[in-house]
Antibody, heavy 115, light 107 residues
Framework: QVQLQESGPGLVKPSETLSLTCTVS????????WSWIRQPPGKGVEWIGY???????NYNPSLKSRVTISVDTSKNQFSLKMKFVTAADTAVYYC?????????WGQGTLVTVSS | SYELTQPPSLSVSPGQTASITCSGD??????ACWYQQKPGQSPVLVIY???KRPSGIPERFSGSNSGNTATLTISGTQAMDEADYYC??????????FGTGTKVTVL
């Protein structure tokens, strides 16, 4: 059974960079696409971007200028960096395995942007 | 940018049928799927590729997709089906887009 676990700071200051890592267990990161998704408190879900295990990426156009997703196949991990964050980036951040749909999700991690 | 629109809320009586719509331009030409999200939990895939059910999803969940509308149908709705539901589309140009979400209340 594939499992995903997000990790990273729960509090980030405005204008700084949000950094999260997703560790995949129970299966290889190779052969699949991997996505980041977020959900502001009380709101809907928003796709951030995905990465293929080879390193090719695709980002939500509304976030593309601030987001970088990378992969480390040796550690079975992929990561998210979002720069110049504001309070509007406060959300639960999920990682997920991506086919044309998202079949395995992490439990999510709340990231709060505040000074 | 591509957008998917869902009704904000839907109420259904136990045992009745709930139909949740998802509207988008030429959505029928794309692959649609549906997620169920209960409070404090991650979304769970309930329908993929328009009408397929993942292993473990009850048969009362079904889906269709044609024209500009995808529909998730819950037949014989149970109290445990009370949740938020999100549609999602994928194609090579739009990548992943989520719908606005529908809160289903069973009462």
């Amino acid at each position: 059974q594939v499992q995903l676990q997000e990790s990273g700071p729960g509090l980030v200051k405005p204008s700084e960079t949000l950094s999260l890592t997703c560790t995949v267990s129970g299966g290889s990161i190779r052969g699949y696409y991997w996505s980041w998704i977020r959900q502001p408190p009380g709101k809907g879900v928003e796709w951030i971007g995905y990465i293929y295990y080879t390193g090719s990426t695709n980002y939500n156009p509304s976030l593309k200028s601030r987001v970088t997703i990378s992969v480390d196949t040796s550690k079975n991990q992929f990561s998210l960096k979002m720069k110049f964050v504001t309070a509007a980036d406060t959300a639960v951040y999920y990682c997920a395995r991506h086919l044309q749909f998202l079949d395995y999700w992490g439990q999510g991690t709340l990231v709060t942007v505040s000074s | 940018s591509y957008e998917l629109t869902q009704p904000p809320s839907l109420s259904v009586s136990p045992g009745q049928t709930a139909s949740i719509t998802c509207s988008g331009d030429k959505l029928g030409d794309k692959d649609a799927c549906w997620y169920q999200q209960k409070p404090g939990q991650s979304p769970v895939l309930v329908i993929y590729q328009d009408s397929k059910r993942p292993s473990g999803i009850p048969e009362r969940f079904s889906g269709s997709n044609s024209g500009n509308t995808a529909t998730l149908t819950i037949s014989g709705t149970q109290a445990m089906d009370e949740a938020d539901y999100y549609c999602q589309a994928w194609d090579s140009s739009t990548a992943i887009v989520f719908g606005t979400g529908t809160k289903v209340t069973v009462l």
